[in-house]
C-alpha cells in the first residue's frame, strides 16, 4: 500500500518509488519497498513505526546518507540519487541539518563554537539577526561558552538543535531527538522544534518511535515492513497510540 | 574548521606528543650532526689560523703518495737545504726559516709507555725559538744533540719534567733525550688544538723525523713591510719553480682545516644513519597513532561530513594536526640536537686533547633540516590515515558503524610487492650489479624489506599471536589479553613492526660482525703458523712499530725456527694508490701464511724484484717478468720486476716488497712480527725472553697465537658495540609505541573494560590481561626482528664471501636475549596502560559513551 499524501507544489523532501536492499542471497533484506512519499515545506512531519519498518533507512536515504536501490529522492529542487561525494557534501552543507539522538557535539569546542560548526565548515559567516534570534528561541545566550561536558543533555540537544537550524537548512532530520532526554527534557526540545516550525517556517522531519513525541508534529507517517501504511493529520498522543497498535498486533499475529 | 582542529588536538596533546617523540629524536639526531660539524669546523678553522699566524708564505714539495685524511698521515717530500737559501733570495723576504715538521715523534712517559693521541699528530720538529705565539715556559732551548723541548700539554701528559731523561720513538728506535725546557703557546694554552709536540736540534729532527740530512720538511717566509703575502708568494713560486707547492699562511690554514673537516664528516653519516633509523620507527608509530585517533573519533569524524565537511577537509584537518606534532617535535627535536652537538662537541674536544672549542654554532641548515624531517615524516606518516578518515561515512555519526574486518589481501599483496622489490635491491647491491650506486642500493633495499614486512604483518601476526598467546590461554585474563592483541592485526602489526626494526638492525649486524669474526679466527688458526705475535694498539694516528733489531736479535733465541717482520705502506704503483708490503724473511709468505706460488717463485725475492697476490695479477694484468713503476712515500720512485704470484687469501698483501724497500715506508719499521718455533720448544720459554727484547718498543707486546687472534677480532667488538648503544635507542622508541598503543586500546576499551570489571573480574586480574596483550605484541615483534635481521645479515655475509667473510655465525644466544628482552620490555611497557584499566570507574566505565 503507497500513501500519497497532501500534493502540494512547494516539496522540502520527496522520496518516489523508493526500494533499499541489503545484502545479496538468502542474507537479503529489502527495508523499503516501493516508498512514495512528500514532505511538505514548513511542516513538522513525524515517521513512526515499530522496530525494523525502516523508518530510519526511510530517513538516511532522504537526507542522502544512504544510497537507495531503486526510486528518486529529492531535496528542493535537487535530485539526492546518483550524486557523487562531492554532490553530497554541498548538499548537506546547504540544504540539510540534522539532530542526533546522541546529540553528537565536539566535546572540545564550546556550544557556541558547535552552533556556528557548519557555517564555519563550509566558509560562511552567520547571518547576525538570524543568530541572534536562534540563540534567543533556544534560550542558551548565558551558556554559550560551556563545553558539552558543563551542559546538561536537554541543552546539550537544544544546542544541536541550534546548529542545525542556523544555517537554515531546506530539512531538518531529527533522528529520534528525545531518544536520550528524560520526558521533561524531550517536551523543551520538541517545543523548541514545534516554534521554529511555527515561527519561521522551517521544514521538519523527525524519526521516533515515541507517541507523545510525534504529537508535537503537524503530521504522522506509519512505516511497517518496509512500506508506508499510514498518516494521521494533527496527531495527539492517543492517535499516534491507537495506530501503532494496529500496526503492532498483525506483526505480532505473523511472526 | 581550523579552530575544530586546533582544539582537538589540544585535547589530546600528550597522546600526540608521545608519539611525536619519536620525531623529537630523529630531528635531534639530524640537527646535533650538523651543529656539531659546524662547531668543531669553526674550532679547526680557529686553531690552523692561529698555527699559521706568523707564516705569511709557505713552501713545500708536493708529497710523493697524496693520500686523503681516511688513508692516513701523508708524508711531505723533504726540502732540501739550497732551496731555503734560494727563498732567502727572493726580494721581499724578510725572515726564512726552514722547518723540520713531521707526524710520528711518539714520548715515553714516566710510565714507561708512549703518550697516546686520540687524532692529533705527535709531531717532531726543529726547535726554532721562541715567537709571538710561542714561548718558553721553563728552561731553555735544545742546544746539544740529545736535549728536547716539549710543549707544556705534552710535558703534563708524560708526566716529565725539566732535567728528565726521557726515551722517544721516532723513524729510528727509541732513543734517549734531556728535557732541557718545556713551551707554550700565547693565551696560556699548552697546545695548539691537542698536537703533541717534540723538538730536537734541527740536525737530528732532520735525521729522525725526515730520515736524511740537510732537508727540510717546508720553508716558513715572513714579507717584508709592504710587501703582500700574495705577492710574495708568487714571487717566491717563480724562484723555486714547478716543484714545490708556495702557499700563504691562509691557504695553509684554510688547506688544513679543510682536510680535517673531511674527516668529520664520518661524525655526521654516525649521526645521519641513526636519524634514519629513528625516523624510520618514528613514522611507524606516527602512523599507528593516527590510525587509533581516527579510530576513535570515527563519530565526530563522521558528524563533521554530516553537517557539510568534504572528504579534503577532514583530510586537511588530519593533516593539520600531523603538522602542528611535526612542528613541535621538530622544535624540540632542534633544541635538543643543539645541546647534543655541543656536548659531542665538548666531548670531541676533551679527547682531542684540549681543542679549543669556537662558539656554539647552529647553521641553517641544522633549522631547515630540522623543519624539513620534522615535518616530512610527520605528515607523511598521517597521510594514510588522513585519508582513511575522509572515508567514513557520514551515516556512522548516527548509528554504531561496525567497522567491518577489512580484507587483508590488498595490503598483504602490497607488502609481497614492496618486500620483492626490497629483496631485489639488496640482491642487486649486495651482488655488486649497482656499480657506483651499492650503497644507496642496499639502503634503499633494507627500507623497502622493512616496510614490505611491516605490510606483511598483519597476516603473519593472526597464526604467529594465536600460537604465541597459546602460552598464555591458561588463565582467564590471559586468554582475554590473547584475544585483544590479534583483535585488530593492523594495530599490533605496525606496533610489533615498530619494535621489528631496531631488533633486526641489531640482530642483522650483530650477524655480520660475528660472522666476520669467526671467519677471521678461523683462518688465522688455520694457517698462521706461528707460535708468538709481536703487535700493539697505536697510540695516534700511525699504527704501532718497533725496533728492527728485534727481528734479528730474536732470531738467534733458541728454538726459534723463523722470525718475520712485516712493514706496509701506502705506495703509488703505476700511478694507482696500492697497499704494498714487505716481510724481512720472504720466505715467511709460504711458511707462516701458508701461501703457495701459482707463478715464478716466491721463497726468495732479490732488491728489484717483487711478488704480487693472484688477484692483483690479475686486476692489474702483471705476470710473472711484468716490470711496475713503485714510487714510495719517501725516496725516487723505482722500478721493480714480477718475480712470483701467489694465491691471494685473507692474509696476504696485494704487493710484497723485498726488506730492503722498507727504508723508504712512512713508517720504516716494522709494524707485526711473527715467530715461529722449531718443534718441542715450548712458548713460556721463548715469550719472555722477546719480552725483554721489545723493553724499548714499549708501543707493542708479545702474544701466543690464540691471544693475537683475539686481540685482532676484539677491533671488531668496540663498532658492534657502538652500533648496539645506538640502536638500543630505536628500540627504547618502540617501547614507547607500545605504552602509546595500549593507552589508546585501554582508552577505547573503557565500557567493555568497565564491563568485565562489574561481572567480577578483579583489579589484578585486569592488568594481567593488559600485560599479556603486551607481552605478546613485543614477543612478535622481536621475533619479526630476529628473523628479518638474520635473513638480511646472512645476505650480507654471503655476498661478502669474496671478501674472506666464509662462516656464517649466528648469535643464538643473542637472539635468545632479545626474546626474554621483549617479554620484560612488554611487562614495563603495560604498566602504566595496566593501572589505568585497573583504575577504571566501573559504574561511570558502563555509563562512558
Known sequence: ?255 | MLRATLKSLLARKLRLLLSGLAVVLGVMFVSGAFVLTDTLGRSFDAVFADATSDLDVNVAAKPKVALSEAEGEQVAAPVPASVVERVRSVPGVAEVKGVVNADGARLIGSNGKVVTSFGPPQLGENWLGESDLLKLREGRGPQADDEIVVNAALAEAAKVKVGDRVGVLTLAPKKEFTLVGVFGYSGDRGSIGGVNEVAFTTPVAQQLMLGKPDVFSNVAVRAADGTTPEALRDQVARAVGADYEVKTGEQVAADASASLKEGLSFFNKILLGFAAVALLVGTFLILNTFSIIVAQRTRELALMRAIGASGRQIIGSVVLEAVAVGLIASVLGLAAGIGVGALLAYLFGKLAGGLALAGLGVPPAAVIGAFAVGLVITVVAALLPAIRAARIPPIAAMQDVATPDRPLTKVTVGGAVVTAIGAALLFLGLGGHAGDNTLATILGGVLFAFIGVALLTPLISRPVVALLGAIFAWSVPGKLGRLNSGRNPRRTAITAAALMVGIALVTGVTVILDSAKGSISALAEDTIKAELVISGASSGPRPASFDPAVLDKAAAIPGVQLVDGEYGDMAMVDGRRTWVAASSDVAALERIFGATATAGDISRLGPDQLLVSSDTAKSRKLSVGSTVRVQLSRGEARSYTVSGIYESSQLTNPMTLPPQAAADFAIPQPIQGFVQLSPGTRVADVQPQIERLLADSPEVSVADRAAFIKQQTSQLDTPLRMIQILLALAIVIAVLGIINTLALSVLERTRELGLLRAIGLRRAQTMRMITVEAVVISIFGALLGVVVGTGLGAAVVRALKDEGITDLVLPWGQMGTFLVLAAIVGVVAAVLPAIRAARINVLGAIAHD
Open chain 1, 1 to 255: 500500500m503507497t500513501a500519497t499524501v497532501g500534493r502540494q507544489a512547494q516539496a522540502a523532501a520527496r522520496a518516489s518509488d523508493v526500494w533499499k536492499v541489503y545484502g545479496s542471497g538468502e542474507a537479503q533484506v529489502t527495508a523499503l519497498r516501493g516508498v512514495t512519499c512528500e514532505f511538505e515545506r514548513g511542516r513538522f512531519t513525524a515517521i513512526m513505526g515499530p522496530s525494523g519498518s525502516g523508518k530510519s533507512t526511510l530517513m538516511h536515504c532522504l537526507a542522502g546518507l544512504d544510497t537507495v536501490t531503486r526510486g528518486t529522492v529529492m531535496i528542493g529542487d535537487t535530485t539526492v540519487t546518483g550524486l557523487g561525494d562531492a554532490g553530497l557534501t554541498r548538499l548537506r552543507r546547504d540544504k540539510v541539518g540534522f539532530i542526533f539522538q546522541q546529540f553528537n557535539l565536539l566535546p572540545t569546542l564550546t556550544a557556541q563554537e558547535n552552533i556556528l560548526l557548519p557555517l564555519s565548515i563550509a566558509g560562511r559567516k552567520p547571518d547576525p539577526a538570524w543568530y541572534d534570534t536562534v540563540i534567543d528561541t533556544v534560550g542558551l545566550r548565558d551558556r554559550l561558552g560551556h563545553r558539552p561536558a558543563q551542559l546538561s543533555g536537554g541543552q546539550q540537544q537544544r544546542v544541536a538543535c541550534a546548529r542545525a537550524l542556523v544555517a537554515r537548512p531546506e530539512v531538518i532530520f531529527a533522528d529520534e531527538p528525545t531518544g536520550n532526554l528524560d520526558s521533561r527534557a524531550g517536551a523543551e526540545v520538541l517545543n523548541f522544534l514545534h516554534n521554529s516550525v511555527r515561527e519561521h517556517g522551517q521544514t521538519i522531519v523527525m524519526v521516533t518511535h515515541d507517541p507523545t513525541a510525534a504529537a508535537y508534529a503537524d503530521r504522522v507517517v506509519f512505516l511497517a515492513d518496509g512500506q508506508i501504511v499510514s498518516e494521521l493529520i494533527e496527531p495527539t498522543a492517543d492517535t499516534v497510540l491507537d495506530t501503532m497498535k494496529k500496526l503492532d498486533a498483525p506483526a505480532e499475529v505473523g511472526n
